[in-house]
C-alpha cells in the first residue's frame, strides 16, 4: 500500500514506534524534576555531573527516543528501506531506558559503579540501532534529500556516541582521557545536535511538511544546497575543534551550515504559510515554536564565540533542546502517532465498522492545553537561566513537568483508542 510516496505495506508493528515514543515524556518528567529539585544550580556550569544528568535526560531520555522510534518508523516508509532483524528494536528500547538512567544515577549519585552499566547498556543499544538503521539505509539506491539526511544523523549519532563513551570513561576514571577534555566535549555536542538531532528533523521536515500540512514540495534543490552546506560546517567545525582553532575561524566554518538553518527555517515558515488547508491546531504552534527558536539557538551560539559567557551556552541549550528539538518532536509525535493507530487499527476496517476520523483519535483541545504549558516552560526557563533567578527557573521546571505529564496522558488516550467491533 502506497500513500503519498509512503511505503505503508513495510510499516514495522505498531508496538515499536510506540514503545519510544510513550517512554520519551517520562524521561521529560525526570528532568523536570531534577530542575525543580535543584533550581538554577543546573544553570551555574555546563561541567556540573548534575547539568550533564539533565542534558541527557533531555537529548538521550526525550529527543533520542522519539528519533529511534521515528526511524524506525520513517526509514522504511519514508525511504523504502528494510529495517532488519525488526524484533531487536525491542531490545534497543530496554537498553536504552537501562543506560539513560544508570548514566544519570551515576552522574547525579557520584556512583562509579552505574557508570559501566550506563556505557555497556547505551553501546549496546546504540550499536544495535545503528547497524540496524545503516544497513537499511545504504540499501536504498536512491539519494534522496530525506535519504541523505537520515545518513547523516546516523553517522552524526555514531560519532557522537564514540566521543560520549571515552568522555564518560575519562572523567570516570575507567581509562585515560586520550583527548583533552573541552575538545572532546565541543566535538560530541557538534556532532550530537547539529548532525544527529538537527540532521534528522531538517531531513523528516523535508517531506512531513508537505504530507501532514497540504503545503507546496519542499524545493529540492534548496534540500540539496541545505544538506550540502550542512555537512561542510560539521565537517569543518570538526576539524577546527580539533584544532583548537580561534573564534573567527570556527564562525568562518560555521557560516555554511548556519545559512543552511536559516534557509530551511525560513522554506519551512513560507510553506506553512501558504498551505493548502488553513486550519490552525497545536501540531502547527509547536512546528512555529521550534523554527523560531532554532535561528536564536544559532545566534546564542554564535555570540557565544565572541562573548564565552557560560549563560550564552545555557541560553543555546534550551533554545536548541527544549525550544527547537523537543517542540518539534512533540508536535510531529500529535501527527505521526494517531496517523499509525488509524493505519494500524482501523483501515481495514472502513466500511465494516464505524470508523473514528483521524482527528478524534487525539482531540485538538487535548493537544492545545499541553503546548500552552511548553510554551510557558520555555518562557519561564529561559529568563531564569540567564538571570540565574532561582524562582522563575523552578516556575518553568512546573511547566514542564505539567506538559511531559499532559503529553504522557495525550499518548496514553490514543494508544487506547480499538475498534469496537458490531454484534
Same mark, same amino acid.
Given at each position: 500500500?502506497?500513500?503519498?510516496?509512503?511505503?505503508?505495506?513495510?510499516?514495522?508493528?505498531?508496538?515499536?514506534?510506540?514503545?519510544?515514543?510513550?517512554?520519551?515524556?517520562?524521561?521529560?518528567?525526570?528532568?523536570?524534576?531534577?530542575?525543580?529539585?535543584?533550581?538554577?544550580?543546573?544553570?551555574?556550569?555546563?561541567?556540573?555531573?548534575?547539568?550533564?544528568?539533565?542534558?541527557?535526560?533531555?537529548?538521550?531520555?526525550?529527543?533520542?527516543?522519539?528519533?529511534?522510534?521515528?526511524?524506525?518508523?520513517?526509514?522504511?516508509?519514508?525511504?523504502?528501506?528494510?529495517?532488519?532483524?525488526?524484533?531487536?528494536?525491542?531490545?534497543?528500547?530496554?537498553?536504552?531506558?537501562?543506560?539513560?538512567?544508570?548514566?544519570?544515577?551515576?552522574?547525579?549519585?557520584?556512583?562509579?559503579?552505574?557508570?559501566?552499566?550506563?556505557?555497556?547498556?547505551?553501546?549496546?543499544?546504540?550499536?544495535?540501532?545503528?547497524?540496524?538503521?545503516?544497513?537499511?539505509?545504504?540499501?536504498? #539506491?536512491?539519494? +534522496?534529500? =530525506? &535519504?541523505? *539526511?537520515?545518513?547523516?544523523?546516523?553517522?552524526?549519532?555514531? %560519532? @557522537?556516541?564514540? /566521543?560520549?563513551?571515552?568522555?564518560?570513561?575519562?572523567?570516570?576514571?575507567?581509562?585515560?582521557?586520550?583527548?583533552?577534555?573541552?575538545?572532546?566535549?565541543?566535538?560530541?555536542?557538534?556532532?550530537?545536535?547539529?548532525?544527529?538531532?538537527?540532521?534528522?528533523?531538517?531531513?523528516?521536515?523535508?517531506?512531513?511538511?508537505?504530507?501532514?500540512?497540504?503545503?507546496?514540495?519542499?524545493?529540492?534543490?534548496?534540500?540539496?544546497?541545505?544538506?550540502?552546506?550542512?555537512?561542510?560546517?560539521?565537517?569543518?567545525?570538526?576539524?577546527?575543534?580539533?584544532?583548537?582553532?580561534?573564534?573567527?575561524?570556527?564562525?568562518?566554518?560555521?557560516?555554511?551550515?548556519?545559512?543552511?538553518?536559516?534557509?530551511?527555517?525560513?522554506?519551512?515558515?513560507?510553506?506553512?504559510? #501558504?498551505?493548502? +488547508?488553513? =486550519? &490552525?491546531? *497545536?501540531?502547527?504552534?509547536?512546528?512555529?515554536?521550534?523554527? %523560531? @527558536?532554532?535561528? /536564536?539557538?544559532?545566534?546564542?551560539?554564535?555570540?557565544?564565540?565572541?562573548?564565552?559567557?557560560?549563560?550564552?551556552?545555557?541560553?543555546?541549550?534550551?533554545?536548541?533542546?527544549?525550544?527547537?528539538?523537543?517542540?518539534?518532536?512533540?508536535?510531529?509525535?500529535?501527527?505521526?502517532?494517531?496517523?499509525?493507530?488509524?493505519?494500524?487499527?482501523?483501515?481495514?476496517?472502513?466500511?465494516?465498522?464505524?470508523?473514528?476520523?483521524?482527528?478524534?483519535?487525539?482531540?485538538?483541545?487535548?493537544?492545545?492545553?499541553?503546548?500552552?504549558?511548553?510554551?510557558?516552560?520555555?518562557?519561564?526557563?529561559?529568563?531564569?537561566?540567564?538571570?540565574?533567578?532561582?524562582?522563575?527557573?523552578?516556575?518553568?521546571?512546573?511547566?514542564?513537568?505539567?506538559?511531559?505529564?499532559?503529553?504522557?496522558?495525550?499518548?496514553?488516550?490514543?494508544?487506547?483508542?480499538?475498534?469496537?467491533?458490531?454484534?
Amino acid at each position: 500500500m502506497r500513500s503519498s510516496g509512503l511505503s505503508l505495506d513495510q510499516a514495522p508493528p505498531e508496538d515499536i514506534p510506540f514503545r519510544f515514543f510513550l517512554t520519551a515524556p517520562v524521561f521529560g518528567l525526570l528532568a523536570g524534576s531534577l530542575i525543580l529539585y535543584r533550581g538554577v544550580l543546573v544553570f551555574s556550569s555546563s561541567w556540573h555531573f548534575e547539568t550533564i544528568a539533565l542534558t541527557h535526560l533531555i537529548t538521550l531520555g526525550w529527543v533520542m527516543m522519539i528519533m529511534m522510534g521515528a526511524f524506525y518508523q520513517l526509514v522504511p516508509v519514508l525511504a523504502g528501506g528494510q529495517v532488519p532483524w525488526i524484533a531487536l528494536s525491542r531490545v534497543v528500547h530496554f537498553f536504552m531506558i537501562i543506560g539513560i538512567l544508570a548514566l544519570a544515577g551515576g552522574l547525579l549519585l557520584i556512583s562509579p559503579l552505574l557508570f559501566p552499566v550506563a556505557i555497556a547498556a547505551l553501546l549496546l543499544a546504540f550499536t544495535v540501532f545503528l547497524t540496524q538503521l545503516l544497513t537499511a539505509l545504504f540499501r536504498v #539506491k536512491a539519494n +534522496r534529500p =530525506v &535519504v541523505v *539526511a537520515m545518513r547523516i544523523s546516523l553517522i552524526s549519532l555514531a %560519532l @557522537a556516541v564514540s /566521543l560520549g563513551v571515552l568522555e564518560i570513561g575519562a572523567i570516570t576514571g575507567l581509562w585515560p582521557p586520550l583527548i583533552e577534555r573541552s575538545i572532546v566535549k565541543n566535538l560530541h555536542v557538534t556532532l550530537a545536535l547539529s548532525g544527529g538531532i538537527g540532521g534528522l528533523i531538517i531531513g523528516v521536515g523535508f517531506h512531513i511538511i508537505p504530507m501532514f500540512y497540504l503545503s507546496s514540495p519542499f524545493p529540492e534543490k534548496r534540500a540539496i544546497w541545505i544538506l550540502r552546506a550542512g555537512m561542510f560546517s560539521l565537517a569543518a567545525v570538526s576539524v577546527m575543534l580539533l584544532n583548537s582553532a580561534g573564534s573567527v575561524l570556527l564562525f568562518t566554518a560555521m557560516l555554511p551550515g548556519v545559512t543552511a538553518s536559516i534557509i530551511f527555517t525560513l522554506t519551512v515558515w513560507q510553506m506553512l504559510l #501558504k498551505r493548502k +488547508r488553513k =486550519v &490552525v491546531d *497545536a501540531t502547527l504552534r509547536f512546528w512555529q515554536i521550534g523554527l %523560531l @527558536a532554532f535561528p /536564536l539557538s544559532l545566534l546564542c551560539l554564535s555570540v557565544h564565540l565572541f562573548w564565552p559567557d557560560e549563560r550564552l551556552t545555557f541560553a543555546f541549550g534550551l533554545l536548541f533542546l527544549m525550544g527547537f528539538a523537543a517542540t518539534i518532536t512533540n508536535g510531529m509525535l500529535y501527527k505521526i502517532v494517531p496517523f499509525l493507530i488509524w493505519f494500524h487499527r482501523f483501515s481495514t476496517l472502513v466500511g465494516k465498522v464505524k470508523v473514528p476520523l483521524l482527528k478524534e483519535i487525539l482531540p485538538a483541545k487535548r493537544t492545545s492545553g499541553q503546548l500552552l504549558q511548553a510554551a510557558l516552560a520555555m518562557l519561564t526557563l529561559l529568563p531564569g537561566a540567564l538571570l540565574q533567578i532561582d524562582w522563575l527557573v523552578r516556575a518553568g521546571a512546573i511547566f514542564w513537568l505539567t506538559s511531559s505529564g499532559w503529553l504522557v496522558l495525550n499518548l496514553i488516550f490514543a494508544f487506547r483508542q480499538k475498534p469496537v467491533t458490531n454484534d
